[in-house]
Every structure is written in structure tokens, then in C-alpha cells.
């Protein structure tokens, strides 16, 4: 968890109801009791300060949660398909919604005048102490200092704009340097890097399908392909060839703790939806990929990293796999949820994983539950049952 003084603050609390209607583009159990929620309204009112804030989506708002207790503090009522995203700080979230990145205090409970506008919003990355939004129906990418969301403001940005709109993802270095996507709405080719003042320094178009992003241990970037691994090393493109012709990893986990990242593997290009059993490491030092066969399929949100570098999978099979990234060895399975099967439409909820210090907290919407459990002990801290069954689920989280 976040460690900071407890704060006594008590402030208002706004009510919210958006009408409009969106779609943004994609990228058995456990017995143990687990204690019920109360509903909190969302009439105006005072709310209590809320300490390491979780939010989790629903069909028609948020969940605002105690991040210790998992009991719920406040429910936001927001029409549409809405993603959370961790915004960079120890108060805010990104939240997704019809009209474009929104800034949702969560310590709070309201959301702030911040907001960056614009057709399909897609990926939210923080990384060196900066957040980078990018819209994927305008190509424009937003970089900001997460400290200057304090008093719910429009931070100042750093702003690019694609050459065309496409589903795209970018990453700001620690030192100025912009890494994003290239692509239109039909094709997506590669990756070009922009100095701090703008000038592109480098550009690599043999990733097609480029899908998602991670940083590993020394600040090594890596772009999924339907090929392979895009890596952005020492000022170069360097690629990462997959063993199969087609292998799709559009989903990739990374850590400062690890030059190993974590992605999905997927070879069937013609599936509606096809289930991998097998996860990719790929080894920034080497440029070489090694394939892990799990022996259950997962989801696109079963990807994390622990906070020692390890490389963590939510399977179907409904236990939490704790896999060491240098050997691909699995180090122990925490008994999280109960089977699942991964629907058919990505917007349709299913367990998800999103981890916070040494604290892995998974939803279990079949249930209308969500779990914390200790990463270390692999023990269950808490558990709780909510009014409605989740869907996105992330948290603040400050200090990367």
C-alpha cells in the first residue's frame, strides 16, 4: 500500500449522471466468506477522505473503495463502458469515458475540472515520474506531471499529434524522449521517437499490428507486434522475433525490478477469440524470447508484475500464478477465484488483476466480489461483495 500520515479531511462530494452512451476501443470458488457492502449513495453530501482508493467500473458508474478494508466509500453513478487507469499520484485516476480522459480525485470522490478531450480514448502509461494519454480518434498524445493534478486543475501538457488517428499507445523516457505508435485507422506499421523539442531521432515500421507497451529495468521499451517484440533500446529499434509466423502480443506487463517483460502469446489470426495458455518473457538483454505454456488461458487483464519483478497471470483456473521471469519457473499459485471462462466481448466483465505494492487485489463479478491477498504469504487479507458485478479495476498509485 501507499505510505502516507492518515488524513482527516472531510469534504463535499458531487453528484454525477452522464446520459450518453459509448463504446471505446479495445485494446466453481473460493469459500471463504467475504463481507457485504453497503451502497453509498450519490447525493450531495459530506464524504470522508478515503485512504489508498480503489475504483472499480460498473454497469453505470464507479466504485470508490478503502483500498486496506475494500469497504466501499462512494457510488458514482456514470453512464457508458468507462475504464480506470492509475493517473500517476496518490489521489487520482484516469477514467475513460464518452467525451475523453477524465480526472477523477478518488481520495475525494468527485471528479476535478480536469479532462482531456477527444474522441476514443485509449492508453493511459505512467512512466519516470510523467502520464501519457493517447486518443485513438484524434492521434493526439498528452503528457503530464501527475503532481499538477492537486486542486483538481487542467495540468499543463506536452502535446502531439500523430500523423493519422489510429489505436495507438506513447511513453515519455526520463529524459524527454517520446515513444509512439505509427499507424491509421486500417494499419498499424511501428514506432517513431521524438526528442524533448520534437524532432523525430529514430523510427522502426516492422511491427505490424503495434499493440500495448511496457518498460523494463533500465528504461528498455517494448512495443507488441503480431510478430513479435518492437524494443526500443540505447537510442535504437531493436526487434524480437517470435517463433511462429503469426504471434500476436498485444498485452505486455514490464517492471524496474526486471529486464524481463511479460506478454500475452496468441497464433491463431483468424479466431474470434482465441484463449493462449502460453505467456511470452521477453529478455531485453538478449532480444530473445522464451514461451511458457501455463496450462490455463487468461485474459488480457491477468497481466501484472509483483513487486520484486515477478511476473504475475490470473488463469481461468482461478489461481493467481507467480512466475519467475528469468526461468519462467512458477514459484507458487495463490488460490484467488474460481473458474472462469473469458467471454466472447472484451467489454464484458471478467476477473482482473491489478496489483499495488505488495497487494494483489482481483475481482471475482460472478460473485460480485473482489479480493486483496498478500503477493508475499500468498495469503487473503480481505474480501468483499458489492451491490453490482465489476468490470475494470484500478487504484491510485503514486511514485512511477
Keep these: 500500500m501507499n505510505n502516507r500520515s492518515t488524513r482527516a479531511r472531510t469534504l463535499t462530494g458531487t453528484a454525477l449522471a452522464l446520459a450518453a452512451s459509448m463504446a471505446?476501443?479495445?485494446?466453481?470458488?473460493?469459500?471463504?466468506?467475504?463481507?457485504?457492502?453497503?451502497?453509498?449513495?450519490?447525493?450531495?453530501?459530506?464524504?470522508?477522505?478515503?485512504?489508498?482508493?480503489?475504483?472499480?467500473?460498473?454497469?453505470?458508474?464507479?466504485?470508490?473503495l478503502d483500498g486496506d478494508t475494500l469497504k466501499l466509500a462512494k457510488t458514482v453513478e456514470l453512464a457508458g463502458f468507462n475504464r480506470v487507469n492509475p493517473a500517476g499520484d496518490e489521489d487520482h485516476v484516469?477514467?475513460?469515458?464518452?467525451?475523453?480522459?477524465?480526472?477523477?480525485d478518488a481520495t475525494?470522490?468527485?471528479?476535478?475540472?480536469?479532462?482531456?478531450?477527444?474522441?476514443?480514448?485509449?492508453?493511459?502509461?505512467?512512466?519516470?515520474?510523467?502520464?501519457?494519454?493517447?486518443t485513438d480518434g484524434t492521434g493526439e498524445v498528452n503528457v503530464f506531471d501527475p503532481a499538477d493534478l492537486a486542486g483538481g486543475k487542467q495540468p499543463e501538457s506536452r502535446d502531439h499529434t500523430s500523423a493519422e488517428p489510429h489505436h495507438g499507445v506513447a511513453i515519455e523516457l526520463a529524459d524527454g524522449r517520446l515513444v509512439t505508435t505509427l499507424g491509421t485507422e486500417e494499419t498499424r506499421t511501428g514506432a517513431l521517437v521524438l526528442d524533448k523539442k520534437g524532432t523525430e531521432i529514430a523510427r522502426a515500421e516492422n511491427c505490424p499490428g503495434v499493440h500495448?507497451?511496457?518498460?523494463?529495468?533500465?528504461?528498455?521499451?517494448?512495443?507488441?507486434?503480431?510478430?513479435?517484440?518492437?524494443?526500443?533500446?540505447?537510442?535504437?529499434?531493436?526487434?524480437?522475433?517470435?517463433?511462429?509466423?503469426?504471434?500476436?502480443?498485444?498485452?505486455?506487463?514490464?517492471?524496474?525490478?526486471?529486464?524481463?517483460?511479460?506478454?500475452?502469446?496468441?497464433?491463431?489470426?483468424?479466431?474470434?477469440?482465441?484463449?493462449?495458455t502460453r505467456i511470452a518473457l521477453?529478455?531485453?538483454?538478449?532480444?530473445?524470447?522464451?514461451?511458457?505454456?501455463?496450462?490455463?488461458?487468461?485474459?488480457?487483464?491477468?497481466?501484472?508484475?509483483?513487486?520484486?519483478g515477478e511476473a504475475l497471470v490470473l488463469g481461468t483456473d482461478g489461481m493467481l500464478h507467480v512466475i519467475d521471469p528469468e526461468t519462467g519457473k512458477t514459484e507458487k499459485e495463490i488460490d484467488a477465484v474460481g473458474d472462469w471462462t473469458e467471454p466472447l466481448d472484451w467489454q464484458q466483465p471478467r476477473p482482473t488483476l491489478f496489483v499495488r505494492d505488495h497487494t494483489a487485489y482481483v475481482s471475482e463479478p460472478g460473485k460480485r466480489q473482489l479480493h486483496a491477498f498478500d503477493l508475499d504469504s500468498g495469503k487473503k487479507l480481505?474480501?468483499?461483495?458489492?451491490?453490482?458485478?465489476?468490470?475494470?479495476?484500478?487504484?491510485?498509485?503514486a511514485g512511477h
Design 24 to 64: 471505446l476501443t479495445a485494446c466453481g470458488g473460493n469459500d471463504d466468506a467475504a463481507s457485504e457492502a453497503e451502497p453509498t449513495q450519490t447525493t450531495r453530501g459530506k464524504a470522508t477522505a478515503v485512504e489508498n482508493p480503489l475504483v472499480a467500473s460498473y454497469d453505470g458508474g464507479l466504485y470508490v
Design 94 to 104: 484516469v477514467v475513460s469515458t464518452d467525451t475523453g480522459f477524465r480526472v477523477f
Design 108 to 134: 475525494r470522490q468527485t471528479f476535478t475540472d480536469a479532462e482531456f478531450k477527444g474522441a476514443k480514448p485509449g492508453h493511459v502509461v505512467r512512466h519516470a515520474g510523467r502520464t501519457t494519454l493517447f
Design 212 to 276: 500495448g507497451e511496457a518498460a523494463a529495468e533500465g528504461e528498455v521499451v517494448g512495443l507488441g507486434c503480431e510478430d513479435g517484440v518492437l524494443l526500443y533500446k540505447n537510442g535504437a529499434f531493436t526487434k524480437v522475433d517470435a517463433p511462429d509466423d503469426y504471434a500476436r502480443t498485444g498485452n505486455q506487463a514490464g517492471s524496474d525490478a526486471s529486464p524481463v517483460l511479460l506478454g500475452d502469446y496468441k497464433t491463431d489470426a483468424d479466431a474470434e477469440l482465441e484463449r493462449p
Design 282 to 308: 521477453i529478455d531485453t538483454r538478449t532480444a530473445k524470447m522464451k514461451l511458457v505454456d501455463l496450462g490455463t488461458s487468461y485474459s488480457f487483464r491477468s497481466l501484472a508484475r509483483g513487486p520484486h
Design 382 to 397: 480481505t474480501s468483499v461483495t458489492l451491490p453490482k458485478a465489476t468490470n475494470e479495476l484500478s487504484g491510485t498509485v
